[in-house]
């Protein structure tokens, strides 16, 4: 029998046409220390305390391993997510919405409700718990624009959060439609194992990548992976070129990227003009 990565779920008795069905399937999802699904990494924090941070990576069918769904590219839907963590924690819940409000729940524990998404693929679902803080400036349309880590590194990202800004300000005023969502967030993670990779409303960063004190990084270097991170999330995972018109599976997603990786550099050699031969060479 040919296997699928599909459910076939059998039924005793034919449905109507053009019903409504709810199907319930419980499911208990593994946080593991890969980026696969959820996965948890730790890290040291004030006092010399173990601080642990889990995150999300989707791409690639690894959605499934958090919740069941259908996550090719072409399947889109709108996600109501609920958060839990500990109240004697000091931590936050990141995501592509915004939270709509917190309920005290037994035992301790915070339900962060988020906002309802708009529709979008399933692998653009995101989210993040930690103890997190953040930088936030406002785009010239009124977006709130974050660059959030741990409170032990945000010094380090001051140059990313103005290039961002500038660079995100661009994107706003050059293409339409409009940005959809009131903020867009840049989550940077220590040990991500991918550099950047773009979400709807928000951006996960590894921190090597982007801290101007990890190695050497130039500010055109600086200023080139975070475009790298906003030409992608916009132009491929929701925006003009990869959201409206969504290939129907991976062996086709290069139409769109094609186009982000193009924004690139055409988007910093409008940006920062004196940066082109820099760029160039």
Known sequence: MTQSQLLVIQLDTELPPLGKFKVQIK????????????????S?????????????????????????CFDGPSFKATFNLTLLWKASESLSTWSNSEIWYQEPRENGIIADIYKQTPKM??????????????LQNTTSSGVKFRTVSTPGELHRLQQFHKHGLAVFDWFENTFDPPYPLPKYDNVVVRNARHGVVGHFGTTTFRESFVSTEEGVLTDQRL?????????HQIAFDFQWFGGVATPAGEEWAWLSRGIATFLESYALAKIYPEWREVLIG
Do not use: W
């Open 27 to 42: 499911y208990r999802a593994p946080v593991v220390l890969e980026p696969r699904g959820i996965y948890v990494y730790t």
């Open 44 to 68: 040291d924090s004030a006092g010399g305390k173990m601080s642990k941070t889990a995150t999300t990576y989707f791409n690639n069918g690894l959605a499934r391993r958090a919740f069941p």
């Open 121 to 134: 693929c399933t692998r653009d679902l995101a989210f993040s718990i930690g103890n997190y803080v953040y």
């Open 223 to 231: 200023a080139r992976h975070i475009t790298q991170g906003i030409s």
